[in-house]
C-alpha cells in the first residue's frame, strides 16, 4: 500500500484525504501491522500455522524503468518511480531548469507536473507514439497541457550528452506508426535521418 502514500503527488491525491481512507478501513476492525517485513521478521508457513482462512500478497512490484541508452548513467538523470518518492518526501527537492521526462503513462505525466511545481521553468514530455495511444488519463494530459507543459510526440531518446558529467541535452529521433504490437497499440518505427536535439538539464 506504500505507492499511495509515497508515489502519487500530493495534488493528486492529498495526503489528509490518504490518511481519512486508512482510517475507515482501521474503524472497520482491520489490525494493522506496521514495519514487518515477509522473509525476516514473518514467514508465510507462519502465517499457515495460525487460524487465518486465506493469505493475500498485495506488496505490489513498483520499479523504475530505464531507458538502456548511451549517457543514463550522468547525473540529473532518474526514474520517475524514484522521483516522485523524493518529490513526496521532501518538498523542497531541487529540480533543473528545463526539464525532459520520457514516458506517456501516469507516471510520467506526474513526474512532469510535479516537476513544474517545485520550480522547473520548462517542462517537455517525449513520447514515441501519438496522443490517441498514450496510457494516462486523459484528463491528466489535457491538465498538463493546460499548465504548459509541451508533449512531443512520435519522438523517441537515442542518448544523452552531458557537460561537467551532468546532462545537457537529448538526442531523440523522429518516429512513425506501423503495425500494432503485442498491446494493440501501433508500433512506433524510427525515421532515419530524423534525428534532433533537445537542451535539457534533468531527464526523468
Not at 491525491?13 to 478501513?25: K, M, N
Request: with cysteine; charged share 25%.
Amino acid at each position: 500500500g506504500g505507492m499511495l502514500s509515497w508515489g502519487i503527488p500530493d495534488y493528486r491525491l492529498p495526503p489528509d484525504i490518504l490518511q481519512g481512507e486508512i482510517q475507515d478501513v482501521l474503524d472497520e476492525g482491520v489490525e494493522l501491522k506496521l514495519n514487518s517485513r515477509l522473509g525476516k521478521d514473518f514467514t508465510l508457513q507462519q502465517l499457515r500455522q495460525q487460524d487465518f482462512k486465506a493469505v493475500i500478497l498485495a506488496i505490489g512490484a513498483h520499479a523504475g524503468g530505464k531507458l538502456r541508452i548511451e549517457g543514463e548513467q550522468l547525473d540529473g538523470v532518474t526514474d520517475c518511480i524514484a522521483f516522485l518518492h523524493q518529490a513526496n518526501q521532501n518538498r523542497k527537492l531541487k529540480v533543473g531548469t528545463h526539464v525532459t521526462v520520457v514516458g506517456g503513462g501516469n507516471s510520467a505525466v506526474d513526474s512532469a507536473r510535479t516537476a513544474l511545481r517545485l520550480g522547473a521553468e520548462k517542462v517537455t514530455i517525449v513520447y514515441r507514439r501519438s496522443r490517441s495511444e498514450m496510457p494516462a488519463i486523459p484528463a491528466e494530459i489535457e491538465d498538463a497541457l493546460q499548465e504548459g507543459i509541451n508533449i512531443l510526440y512520435l519522438a523517441a531518446p537515442l542518448r544523452l550528452t552531458g557537460k561537467d558529467g551532468h546532462v545537457s541535452a537529448m538526442e531523440c529521433i523522429q518516429m512513425k506508426l506501423g503495425e500494432p504490437d503485442e498491446s494493440g497499440r501501433r508500433r512506433p518505427v524510427p525515421i532515419e535521418g530524423s534525428e534532433f536535439k533537445i537542451q535539457t538539464d534533468m531527464v526523468i
